[in-house]
């Protein structure tokens, strides 16, 4: 996976293609959701599904934000890259 979505990308270039994508077994729980084992596009990918509560939306909203621009900072063998 080559790809990291940055905020300067346009949406067409970062939207998941749901008909591309198969969830297949729970890997693992973060503080703001469920990450899933997946196959998008023929390649295996981690699922990150957040958890948008009414109580947590603003602060997961601005989380996410916070956490796709510092990926787009980040190239590193150990560093999942973000796909879409
Ligand atoms: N790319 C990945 N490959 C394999 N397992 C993963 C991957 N990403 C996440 N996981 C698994 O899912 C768990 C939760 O991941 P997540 O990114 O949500 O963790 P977190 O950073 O602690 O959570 P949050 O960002 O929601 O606070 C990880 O501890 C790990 O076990």
């Known amino acids: 996976m080559n790809k990291i979505w ?3 990308m346009k949406k067409q270039e970062w939207e998941l ?3 591309k994508l198969t969830v297949k077994k729970l890997i693992g729980l973060g503080g703001f959701g ?3 084992k ?3 596009n023929g390649k295996q990918v981690a699922v990150k599904v957040f958890d948008l509560g009414d109580e947590k939306k603003n602060s997961t909203e601005e989380v ?11 190239q590193h063998s ?3 890259k973000v796909l879409n």
């Open 34 to 36: 469920v990450v899933y």
């Open 38 to 40: 997946g196959i998008y």
């Open 17 to 19: 293609d749901a008909s």
């Open 6 to 8: 940055c905020a300067n």
């Open 64 to 74: 996410f934000m916070q956490e796709v621009s510092a990926w787009c900072n980040l």
């Open 78 to 80: 150990n560093i999942s």
